[in-house]
């Protein structure tokens, strides 16, 4: 392998590391946010809706309690590789609210406290994926 192949191999690699730092980011990122989001009857873990390019406009009903069917969505909507806009939105009139302290449960907020760990989850994902 001449010298040409070895730097286009190491682009290669270091592309794949670098798509899937910001897609684990990403996810952990928006997984912490849904977790730390408080629960009642579960309408406001349910109305985290993930999309590509531009926040979602309308306005879930989807009670979801455990945050599953939310972190699953968000699973399945965070692009493969790194390059695109992707969005965690809560339409729910009163998510505002929530993140300044409204329930007792997040007294702090949620996203907030997620984009403290940011640089954490970025260090982890770096580590797991190194070159």
Request: with cysteine.
């Amino acid at each position: 392998m001449g010298f040409s192949d070895q730097i286009r191999a190491f682009s290669t690699k270091t592309s794949r590391a670098h798509d899937t730092i910001v897609r684990d980011t990403t996810i952990a990122l928006f997984t912490n946010v849904v977790t730390e989001t408080p629960v009642d009857e579960g309408t406001a873990k349910g109305s985290w809706q993930t999309t590509v390019s531009t926040p979602a406009t309308g306005q879930t009903e989807r009670l979801d309690p455990s945050g599953r069917a939310a972190i699953a969505e968000l699973e399945a909507n965070t692009p493969a590789g790194a390059g695109q806009i992707t969005c965690l939105t809560s339409n729910l009139a009163y998510i505002e609210r929530l993140e300044n302290g409204w329930s007792m449960q997040a007294p702090v907020g949620m996203a907030r406290r997620s984009v403290e760990r940011f640089q954490k989850m970025v260090n982890d994902s770096a580590a797991r994926n190194r070159v």
